[in-house]
């Protein structure tokens, strides 16, 4: 009587379960879930702290795709700072200290509205690049690098790869037109 298929051993042509090689090491969800933890709070790699990062270091997406996403990540963040977007709610601040906002007159906040309208402009030119592809590519680069969602099937990470690609031949295309 034949036992249960193992699934995800690697087979020879016959079938039968390869002996060759040594074996692939997985990490259990339990060791995913506190790497995850430690690299939110400094102890670990920052790119197993997000959905992007541990897309990367499974090899699902390639390094200029993560560096597409990184880079598009810290755009959004800046974006909603330029905006002035709330931000998320935190805890109490003990500090009297917060930092008030530059006078729009002076030579820093002349600099800082420089900044702004840079980043403003960038972020909407990126964004068209991105929406022009249309479909499912958009949406999923914002689920992912901005929500921390995980891609759900084939489809989506193809997508999601699309976008990110997008997004880096845009940027390397509009660096080599200012030059």
Known sequence: MAGRRKVM???????RISTRG?????ATPGEVYRMREAAKHGLRSAE???MLGLLSLKGKISDREYAAGKR?????EDYATACQAPKAPGSVRLDASRGGMTDCDSDAGRKEARRHARIVTGYIEAAAALDALGGLAP??????????QAPAGWSELQALKTGLTTLA???????????
């Open 72 to 76: 598009w990540t810290a755009l959004v």
């Open 22 to 26: 040594a074996a692939v090491e997985v």
């Open 48 to 50: 197993w702290g997000s």
């Open 169 to 179: 031949n845009w940027w390397t295309t509009a660096k080599a037109k200012t030059r």
């Open 139 to 148: 949406r999923l680069v914002r689920a992912v690098c901005e929500n921390g």
């Open 9 to 15: 051993a690697k087979r020879t042509a016959s079938g």
